[in-house]
C-alpha cells in the first residue's frame, strides 16, 4: 500500500514559487523524521532538506538553502517543502521520505517513500 503521497508539484517558471505536500497514509509522521529528496534524469537521487520530529531541527542542501524550507503539521499528518526563487537547475522528481534514525543526509536511513512528484523550472 501507499504510505506516502506527494502533491503540488507542477511547470513554473525560473523566480517562480511551489510548494509541495506529504501525506501520509497508516503511518503517524510525528513518529518520524521527514526528508525530502529529488532526482533528475541521468542523476542519483539528491539529499534536500530534512526535518526531525518535534520540528526543532532542519538540515538543507547548500543548493537549496535560503530558498528552500521545511516544514510538518503533526494534525494534519503532513510535512510541506515550500519552494521558493526556483531555477531550472531545480526541475526534478521530488519525493518525500522518513526516517526513524533522526534528521540526517544519509540514504539508508529513510524506509520509507512517496511516488514523488514532478518539478519543472523553465528558464
Known amino acids: 500500500q501507499v504510505l506516502l503521497v506527494e502533491s503540488g508539484g507542477g511547470l513554473v517558471q525560473a523566480g517562480g514559487s511551489l510548494r509541495l505536500s506529504c501525506a501520509a497514509s497508516v503511518l503517524t509522521l510525528s513518529s518520524y523524521a521527514m526528508g525530502w529528496w529529488r532526482q533528475a534524469p541521468g542523476k542519483e537521487r539528491e539529499f534536500v532538506a530534512t526535518?526531525?520530529?518535534?520540528?526543532?531541527?532542519?538540515y538543507y542542501s547548500d543548493s537549496v538553502k535560503g530558498r528552500f524550507t521545511i516544514s510538518r503539521d503533526s494534525a494534519k499528518n503532513t510535512v510541506y517543502l515550500q519552494m521558493n526563487s526556483l531555477k531550472p537547475e531545480d526541475t526534478a522528481v521530488y519525493y518525500c521520505a522518513a526516517s526513524s534514525h533522526g534528521a540526517t543526509r544519509e540514504y539508508k536511513a529513510y524506509a520509507y517513500w512517496g511516488q514523488g512528484t514532478q518539478v519543472t523550472v523553465s528558464s
Open positions: 526535518i526531525n520530529s518535534n520540528s526543532k531541527s532542519t
